[in-house]
């Protein structure tokens, strides 16, 4: 088993930012890829980017390239995103999450954390 902590949500004006962090612990070494999703009311859970744990290699949402980067620290067994130029329809719970295989699709990822929510005010 793997949890993830996430910390960071919080409240910012549009065009602010937030450094979103994830903590993972317990069978960290089945890792393969991280990834961050967010979820709108009324909305499905849609991926915002991902970063396979070995290459480092990243991908990214088209709504977030530019704005958003994804990284991670291998001592720490952690994943950061850093959000620039937020914006109001960015409004959302994030949740981190871990997959054993690189893949960019929700249903591969086997383990969640708790979420944190995201709330950009216009």
């Known amino acids: 088993q793997v949890q993830l902590v996430e910390s960071g949500g919080g409240l910012v004006q549009a065009g602010g930012s937030l450094r979103l962090s994830c903590a993972a612990s317990?069978?960290?070494?089945?890792?393969?890829?991280m990834g961050w999703f967010r979820q709108a009311p009324g909305k499905e859970r849609e991926l915002v980017a991902v970063?396979?744990?070995?290459?480092?290699?990243?991908y990214y949402a088209d709504s977030v390239k530019g704005r958003f980067t994804i990284s991670r620290d291998d001592a720490k067994n952690s994943v950061y995103l850093q959000m620039n130029s937020l914006k109001p329809e960015e409004t959302a719970v994030y949740y981190c999450?871990?997959?054993?295989?690189?893949?960019?699709?929700?249903?591969?990822?086997?383990?969640w954390g708790q979420g944190t929510q995201v709330t950009v005010s216009s």
């Open positions: 970063i396979s744990w070995s290459a480092g290699i990243r």
């Open positions: 317990g069978r960290t070494f089945s890792i393969a890829a």
């Open positions: 999450a871990a997959a054993r295989v690189v893949t960019r699709a929700a249903g591969g990822y086997d383990y």
